[in-house]
């Protein structure tokens, strides 16, 4: 069974400060990864995609992906409140799509 | 606008009964999937269709029946082979690499 595991959380951060998000997944030939964000009662809408080994910058958000560790985590820089969502890892295999269970994230101002 | 359109946004299925949810997207997307959502939990795949008339079961399909006549339309039945349907139920297009895109759900209560 492919698996993605995520950190449950719930995390807490404040206003300004470095959310970490973790990711871990099972199935080793897996080549695409993923972060949602899913506002509650919301469907999920894409922040960050990577592809290869290393960090993938996009404005507040750092992507980053070992492949040897099969290890995925986000990075949401300057946390604003409009941050507090449930971030969803998922990953591609050949052609279905797996997700984790989701970590909710509170940034308090 | 390009975009998935989703039918209806609540639906209540009586005991016994096979309900559809409609998915239709305008987005000339090749890839269609469907999702299960339970409260506090991840996305679970039902079913997944790369092209016209060709589809492939997910983790959870028990229960749960689809056909993709149309590229643009993958609707979802929810048979009554299915005991506990009550869930958010997310169909989404895929483009660009595996990225998804979402439409913005049914959310289906069993009376």
């Known amino acids: 069974q492919k698996e993605v595991e995520q950190n449950s959380g719930p995390l807490s951060v404040p206003e300004g400060a470095i959310a970490s998000l973790n990711c871990t997944y099972s199935?080793?030939?897996?080549?695409?990864f993923f972060w949602y964000r899913q506002y509650s009662g919301k469907s999920p809408e894409l922040i960050m995609s990577?592809?290869?080994?290393g960090d993938k910058e996009d404005g507040r958000f750092t992507a980053q992906l070992n492949k040897a560790s099969q290890y995925v985590s986000l990075l949401i820089r300057d946390s604003q409140p409009s941050d507090s969502a449930t971030y969803l890892c998922?990953?591609?295999?050949?052609?279905?799509?797996?997700f984790g269970a989701g970590t909710r994230l509170t940034v308090k101002p | 606008d390009g975009g998935i359109t989703q039918s209806p946004k609540y639906l209540f299925r009586k005991e016994g009964q096979n309900v559809t949810l409609s998915c239709e997207q305008n987005?000339?997307?090749?890839?269609m999937y469907w999702y299960r959502q339970d409260p506090g939990q991840g996305l679970r795949l039902i079913y997944y269709?790369?092209?016209?008339?060709?589809?492939q079961k997910g983790d959870i399909a028990e229960g749960y029946s689809v056909s993709r006549e149309k590229k643009e339309s993958f609707p979802l039945t929810v048979t009554s082979a299915q005991k506990n349907p009550t869930a958010f139920y997310l169909c989404?297009?895929?483009?660009?690499?595996?990225?998804?895109?979402f439409g913005p759900g049914t959310r289906l209560t069993v009376l």
């Open positions: 199935d080793r030939v897996s080549q695409s």
């Open positions: 989404a297009s895929t483009y660009n690499e595996g990225r998804q895109f």
């Open positions: 990577i592809y290869s080994n």
């Open positions: 269709s790369q092209i016209v008339n060709d589809f």
């Open positions: 998922a990953v591609k295999g050949d052609n279905d799509m797996r």
């Open positions: 987005l000339n997307h090749d890839a």
